[in-house]
């Protein structure tokens, strides 16, 4: 198992930009989320789906937009990039919403000049 | 208030000590924990769940207090592989997972 992916590991990209950040995972697990970290915090939820076809907002969803077509991808799309937007990016999977461990991918490290 | 808080260190220890860490969190609907490791620009890793009854793995050990909404870790005879920042997380049942801003521990020959 590859587990948690994601795509790129590095990127920077210009004001008012747009990209999507890639997620997959081949854990069949129905619960997959995105976060990003700023220096010296812990991670915040951007987006996070339950199951295919369902996607909720979290706790800094403005900028984003995600979609979930299938159970093992993810992708996390930046409308219009802002330097605000410079962040580690993380994608996490888990069997449940609840009790379980989440996985994560290795990050993507944007910068957004 | 942020919804998770921790101590906020960071923690300077020598080999072999013992340290604890705190963390608080205010939604009482909250319905799992955890305390996640994590390493220097790496990805967040399971370090153990947090059971009402406690537990314990090895040299750490784990504690929930749903009455006053409290969570500890603590590590015993500290060793340099310790080095880390240890993020305590909160389920919801909606799904949402919150994390506090992290504890970062130095463990020094």
């Known amino acids: 198992n590859a587990g948690v992916t994601q795509t790129p590991k590095f990127q920077v990209l210009k004001t008012g930009q747009s990209m999507t950040l890639q997620c997959a995972q081949d854990m069949n697990h129905e619960y997959m989320s995105w976060y990003r970290q700023d220096p010296g915090m812990g991670l915040r939820l951007i987006h996070y789906?339950?199951?295919?076809?369902?996607?909720d907002q979290g706790e800094v969803p403005n900028g984003y937009n995600v979609s979930r077509s299938t159970t093992e991808d993810f992708p996390l799309r930046l409308l219009s990039a802002a330097p605000s937007q410079t962040s580690v990016y993380f994608c996490?999977?888990?069997?449940?919403?609840?009790?379980?461990?989440?996985?994560f991918g290795p990050g993507t490290r944007l910068t957004v000049l | 208030r942020k919804e998770v808080e921790q101590d906020p260190g960071p923690f300077n220890v020598p080999e072999g000590a013992t340290v604890a860490f705190n963390c608080t969190y205010s939604?009482?609907?909250?319905?799992?924990f955890f305390w996640y490791r994590q390493d220097c620009r790496k990805e967040p890793k399971l370090l153990m769940s947090?059971?009402?009854s406690g537990n314990e793995d090895g040299r750490f050990t784990a504690q929930l207090n749903r009455a006053s909404q409290y969570i500890s870790l603590l590590i015993r005879d500290s060793k340099l592989s310790d080095s880390a920042t240890y993020l305590c997380?909160?389920?919801?049942?909606?799904?949402?997972?919150?994390f506090g801003d992290g504890t970062t521990l130095t463990v020094k020959p």
């Open positions: 947090v059971y009402s």
């Open positions: 997380v909160v389920n919801h049942n909606a799904g949402k997972s919150t």
């Open positions: 789906s339950v199951g295919a076809g369902i996607t």
């Open positions: 996490a999977s888990s069997y449940s919403t609840r009790e379980s461990e989440q996985f």
């Open positions: 939604n009482s609907a909250s319905q799992s």
